[in-house]
């Protein structure tokens, strides 16, 4: 390296030389030893804490759907990926525990036909004197039972899920139907599918995951003793690994208050503002955390900054060469410093070429850093 910056140093027209305090350059020398300058910028900063995370589904984003009957998967209508409304028919089993129960409603029904009978003409036989109060009173009872036990079966298929005009219709032809709908109760995507056309499945199995992929979040991951500094409502900047330019912002919305005893980190959940679009359930991002508010400051590009004689300094254009400048740096917020002293708004500073810049300095001073 050393050998380069001395051929590069001497192939320059004039010595790049060479006041004690400034390095004097004409613009044909700049561009050849390939310095750039840049003028010195207000920014924002403020205490930043920097993060690790992914992107998790919003709670109450994704609805499962299962079976209450066991049954054999007859049809499959959807596939991960596609859209569904609600009461879009999803899957459809043949089950026999649906027959079963169907079986159970209509005979249930016909008790209560024959105990409604039963009492109404038990009411007529009080009345002539050809029964007493009480066995009106058991008809009475059993038409009462009848009733209840017919409701609850009818209760029973329709929690199972069974729909409510299929049902009259099975009461109204007294022909057992065993195909169960399976219906999506809300608008969504389908985001899982867990189960195949011809599959037996059990009573309570999962059977599809349905959910609104864009409501998404970022759960980070924060140390113990940082997440103190967390507040609701911070600004989150994150970026999704490897897809570099796909930044996005959101904001803190809770703090798991507990040790995750996998990573010994605290949890810290973030609402995404903006980025939506680049962010997937499962993702990995690297994310920034804005504590608390922000301060206006002067900015300087890493690669501005040096040390010339164990002080942090900066090359200033001055006229036809670059003046070396002791700065008085603050935070450092990723590739940019924060100048607290030494700089005004508007200083043009070389942000490459720097090391070249101070070689020359040196040299042109006759000593060595």
Not at 104 to 119: C, G, I, P, W, Y
Not at 144 to 169: F, K, M, V
Not at 214 to 243: C, H, K, N, W, Y
Not at 315 to 341: K, S, W
Request: charged share 25%; hydrophobic share 45%.
């Amino acid at each position: 390296m050393r050998r380069f910056l001395a051929i590069l140093l001497a192939c320059l027209p004039a010595p790049l030389a060479a006041g004690a305090e400034l390095v004097r350059l004409s613009p044909e020398q700049q561009a050849r030893a390939g310095i750039v300058v840049a003028a010195v910028g207000e920014e924002v900063f403020g205490s930043r804490l920097r993060a690790v995370g992914q992107v998790v589904r919003a709670p109450g984003s994704t609805l499962g759907l299962k079976t209450i009957a066991g049954g054999r998967v007859e049809s499959l209508a959807v596939a991960p990926g596609e859209r569904v409304r609600r009461g879009d028919v999803v899957v459809v089993l043949h089950s026999h525990e649906l027959l079963t129960m169907q079986s159970e409603l209509l005979m249930a029904v016909d008790q209560v036909r024959v105990a409604e009978q039963r009492l109404a003409a038990g009411r007529e036989l009080l009345a002539i004197e050809g029964i007493s109060r009480l066995d009106l009173e058991r008809r009475e009872q059993e038409a009462l039972s009848a009733r209840l036990r017919a409701s609850a079966t009818r209760e029973e298929l329709l929690d199972h899920g069974y729909p409510e005009h299929d049902l009259e219709r099975v009461l109204s032809s007294q022909q057992l139907d065993p195909h169960l709908p399976v219906a999506s109760p809300v608008d969504g995507v389908v985001l899982e599918v867990m189960v195949q056309e011809q599959e037996w499945v059990q009573a309570y199995a999962p059977l599809i995951v349905v959910g609104d992929p864009a409501r998404v979040e970022l759960e980070l991951q924060v140390a113990p003793d940082q997440a103190r500094s967390v507040t609701i409502g911070d600004l989150v900047e994150f970026e999704p690994v490897g897809r570099g330019g796909a930044k996005g912002r959101a904001r803190v919305i809770t703090r798991v208050p507990q040790i995750d005893p996998a990573t010994r980190t605290i949890r810290v959940r973030a609402l995404i503002e903006e980025g939506t679009e680049s962010c997937f359930p499962g993702a990995f991002v690297e994310a920034v955390i804005n504590l608390g508010s922000a301060r206006p400051g002067l900015a300087v590009p890493q690669s501005a900054v040096i040390s010339i004689g164990g002080a942090d300094s900066v090359f200033v254009a001055a006229g036809e060469g670059f003046e070396p400048r002791a700065v008085v740096l603050g935070q450092r917020d990723g590739e940019r410093y924060e100048v607290l002293d030494g700089l005004q708004a508007g200083d043009e500073v070389a942000v490459a070429g720097v090391f070249l810049l101070k070689s020359a300095l040196v040299r042109g001073e006759g000593g060595e850093d």
